[in-house]
């Protein structure tokens, strides 16, 4: 628990990187849905699963209140812009009662137009799903360590059609839990002799203690991962594990529908790797937004540049893997470089379907050996001769 309470006196670096996405990522995401004229959409909802007090003891806004504050601008921007109220719903859900008292106070300013809960997001998933089909719902899910995240529960939040979800996986914790049940599972193992008996002279058994915590530990990951998958990694060398969790993870995001998973390295004090910030949509058009937003984020200064350099690497994969993909993707084709549809566009399509970051288009456009329409300032590819 001190960590969590410390969390609040303050917002480090990689905090206010996080909550730079989220708010680059909100505005974004309900214009998107809400501003056709004439659409059927009259509201969206986000929803804070671990909102916190609303904001650190210095008074800076942490992810509700950043969130409530981008959905009356949406709001009032979008009801003008369209000619008819539309809403932008904030639901911000905490578990700890002291928290969630200072959190209900700040919501109470604004009317009704956002609500506070007490509890977890487990508790009010029922009462939000009714809505799926009509609301597009974004869930930020940013829990301390692994136990509050419950694979049903994000596999519910993920049940409607335009549903999308933004968590944070944390890394660290999901190690000390796997060393925890590591650690009692060696023990637990009899030594065989070289004559194919148990040794007499067995290791010491686990303390209760030590026994008591990989309990924890096991029932923590599995209800995390759904089932023992998360076991798979147990068996790799100790530096290939937390790379491994994260994949697993994202594997398990697109099994519960997801078509695009982004997983994000966030890098704190010290050039540390602090967590993953994971992105699971089924809309490629919200793929492209979260990682343009995840590049306004870095540009904004708010961590160092070596933080950025690092999470640019932990995030994009190699420009020419992107670029034989393209061509695949294209072959026996002529298509430009823009274009109205992604199946005409090469960059809609990169930022759409392919791991492509905002930041390397340059490069993707320069190895995929463009051609000048005459007369224009187009590009245009020539895909014609791929098989």
């Known amino acids: 628990m001190v960590q969590s309470a410390r969390h609040f006196e303050s917002f480090e ?5 996080k909550h730079a996405i989220l708010r680059a990522y909100e505005e974004r995401w309900a214009r998107v849905l809400l501003v056709r004229t004439g659409s059927p959409r009259r509201r969206v909802r986000i929803v804070d ?3 916190g007090a609303g904001q650190d003891e210095s008074g800076n806004p942490g992810s509700p209140l950043i969130s409530i504050h981008e959905a009356e601008k949406a709001r009032e921007q979008l009801s003008t812009m369209r000619g008819e109220p539309v809403e932008v719903q904030v639901v911000a859900i905490e578990k700890d009662r002291a928290r969630f008292a200072q959190l209900s106070q700040l919501v109470q300013e604004f009317h009704g137009r956002h609500t506070a809960h007490c509890g977890t997001l487990g508790d009010y998933i029922a009462r939000l799903e009714p809505d799926f089909g009509n609301t597009p719902t974004l869930f930020f899910i940013d829990p301390f360590g692994m136990e509050p995240l419950q694979a049903e529960v994000v596999h519910r939040a993920l049940g409607g059609p335009q549903n999308e979800v933004l968590l944070l996986f944390a890394d660290q914790a999901a190690l000390r839990h796997i060393g925890a049940a590591a650690a009692v599972e060696v023990a637990d193992d009899p030594v065989l002799s070289l004559f194919g008996g148990e040794e007499a002279a067995q290791p010491p058994m686990p303390s209760k203690e030590l026994k008591l915590t990989a309990d924890a530990a096991i029932r923590i990951m599995t209800a995390a991962f759904g089932d023992e998958r998360w076991r798979r990694v147990m068996s790799l060398a100790p530096e290939r594990r937390r790379q491994a969790l994260v ?8 099994s519960m529908g997801a078509r695009h998973v982004l997983s994000l390295p966030m890098i704190g004090k010290g050039s540390r790797l602090k967590y993953h910030l994971m992105f699971a949509t089924r809309s490629g058009k919200g793929y492209e937004v979260m990682k343009d937003s995840v590049e306004r984020a870095w540009n904004g200064e708010l961590v160092a540049d070596k933080a950025v350099q690092m ?3 932990g995030v994009a994969a190699p420009s020419t893997v992107i670029a034989q993909s393209i061509r695949t993707h294209f072959a026996g084709r002529r298509v430009a470089w823009t274009g109205d549809r992604s199946t005409d566009s090469v960059r809609v399509y990169a930022l759409q379907e392919t791991a492509a970051m905002p930041h390397q288009l340059e490069e993707i456009k320069q190895l995929l050996a463009p051609l000048r329409v005459p007369g224009e300032r187009a590009f245009v590819y020539d895909f014609r001769q791929v098989r």
């Not at 994949?247 to 697109?254: A, I, S």
């Open 13 to 17: 670096p990689h905090t206010l990187l």
């Open 49 to 51: 699963a671990c909102a």
């Open 247 to 254: 994949d697993l993870y994202g594997e398990l995001l697109k």
């Open 311 to 313: 999470m640019r690497m």
